[in-house]
């Protein structure tokens, strides 16, 4: 029995389904729809191909481990995480990636890399062509899935309600403006997009009969893309399409006649114009749709979900220069190993510049840089970034090698020209996608495919090795060792699916937190059972204990909501042990500790206390400094709330509430005069149309009065 050439095509197959199927999974029961239950895709077949690997060399009785080019920087790379890890501020974070998205934590990273060197080390060179179909048939799939989302037709909300329109998302995040697809993210499409519309293009060029097939799939690719409304993608798409047309013409004498290769070039560069002119509005620059532009008139649409940096807007150049410099920061402060992986979102508050507070997104979480590499040097330092780039680099020159390489060993001359081409596709998409990267960060099919599209290539290019594998009887000792593994296999795809249900329990506390306290607190407590070191899950469960007491304290159950209440800051104190630099954490513990007052009148020194900590790791945060305000004001500590809101306005002098609050409190402190002035900034400079703010400054005007007299 050949079991060694059945193995070797299970994972052949494993890698097809995992190529074809990762792009389209998503769900509505987890609590991030798309990313989050792709991460978890990608564990299970990394444990399954893993198994079968391993299946492989209990049975030949040694390493099989193949050697490539990629084999050093690779693990340098993994140092280089790993390293950053152990130094980590959150190790957790670090481990496990940050909650709601997972990839770039050190855990994917891993599995990334075990699907390198299992592709490498058991896919036979003749499989390779199916993996890259299988890859380009999954981006036909998520295509035609989101391209009826722009004529309001969404097979997601078919899914999630029954109705095939587009209603089933909010106005802001409506995918009839930007498609997303099975993405949930108009960039997150488009950068995975660009990786792989050049692939049909080469073997249109390698072969006469599949041209015409394979321009309708490059038609098709690019006109999802348009639909995404990317800047970034389709900036990234023509660097991508320079690059690969450039290698083209450059070898084009050992692979391809002139005259071919310009009829396709003519056809593509065609279809890039048609497609663009006809449906590039709000993407193209205004100059370039002028002339349609005078014709009909257009009516500005809301974008989709995100901030201004992943769905792009009037803003965005300006955030993004803002959070690179606030990336840089930490780089220079982290300089050799960063923060520590996928910390981002700590990290960054403390460096925050302080011109955040004055563009429209000004109290939004930023968990990235918004530029892949800046992220790297921020989290993973020096280190992180160079092997990055060593990666990239050495993928780049050795592809170069091989395209001139006239002893590519390929079965026949058709399969050389045609393997030859491919990898100036594999090239081409791995040149976009760190152009789409520059301007945002990578998700998790991006993420694998930055790892495996080097393997398809080095696979493609390097023949089988020519070693006999002595088949021998299946024996006892062989079938114990094969069963081990798919104990600890099956053990550990039985512990992410553990995982999986425990984001689903909080998935549905969390959702129903705001109307069945009951069955919040079951399913966060389930979640907390399932995956007891998690801090998100308890610091939900606090703030679910802490609505749940003051619940019961509403229907004079007084014994139980106390008991609650103390549960709620018994779990969040735990929250803030686990993880004592997450900015969110001290911000909910803030809110419960002002909530539960009615128990216990001190928790607001507590609060105070725990503000004045967040501040220390989030300093130019205004609405930190505006929320420890209110508490003094609370304290009856008008002085030093004035000196707070002070220092609030300084950070952000558009801050309405703050400018109101700051009047209030000179009204009180009986200085009518710079209450007046407080109003008069507001309705000069802030909303001149407010009837509280008038009625405030004629109030202060008349005790101004009643004072003198």
Known sequence: MDWDRYLRLM???????????????????????FELPKMFMVYIFTILILAVWLMRMVGQRKIL?????????LIIFFISQLVATIVSIDRHTSLFGYYSRFHGGLI?????LILFFALVSNV??????????ALVCGGVVVSLYALPEHFKISPSCLILRGQASTDCWSEATNPKYRIFGTFGQPNWLAAYLTMILILPLSWGLADFKKQKLMWGLFGVFLLTLIFTKSRSGLAATGVGLTGYWSMVFWFRGRLIKLKRVGLNFTVVAAMVAVLL?????????SSMKREASQTKEVTPTPLAAGTQLETGGTESGDIRRIVWKGAIDIWRHYPWFGSGVETFAYSYYFFRPSEHNLVSEWDYLYNKAHNEFLNLAATSGTFGLASYLVIMIGYGWWTVKQIKNEKLKMKNAADKKQSQLVLMA?????????????????TVVVGLLFFMFPALAWRM????????VEQTKIKFELLVGWQLILIVSLYMVWRTANWLRADMAYATGKQAESTDYLTALTNLQEAVRLLPREPVYKDELGQAAGAAALSLLTVNESSAAAQMAEAALELSDEVIWLSPVNINFYKSRARLLVDLLAFDPSLLDQAHETLSKALTLAPTDAKLWFNLALVEIQQNKLEQAQATLLKTIELKRDYEQAVYTLGLVYEDLEEFDKAANQYGYFLEKLNPDNETIQAALARVATKAATKLE
Not at 11 to 33: A, K, N, Y
Not at 426 to 442: I, K, P
């Open 124 to 133: 036979p060179q003749k499989a390779i062509k199916s993996l890259i179909v």
């Open 108 to 112: 994917s990273t891993v599995s990334y």
């Open 277 to 285: 002119l006809s449906f590039g509005e709000g993407v193209l620059p």
């Open 11 to 33: 994972v052949s197959r494993l890698f097809q389904v995992l190529f074809l199927i990762l792009p389209l999974v998503w769900t509505g029961r987890t609590s991030e729809l």
């Open 426 to 442: 594999l090239l081409a998409g791995f040149m976009a996608v760190a152009t789409s990267n520059f301007f945002g960060f990578s």
């Open 65 to 73: 481990w193949q050697k490539t080019p990629f084999t050093i920087p």
């Open 461 to 468: 290019a390097t023949p089988d090795a020519n070693e006999k």
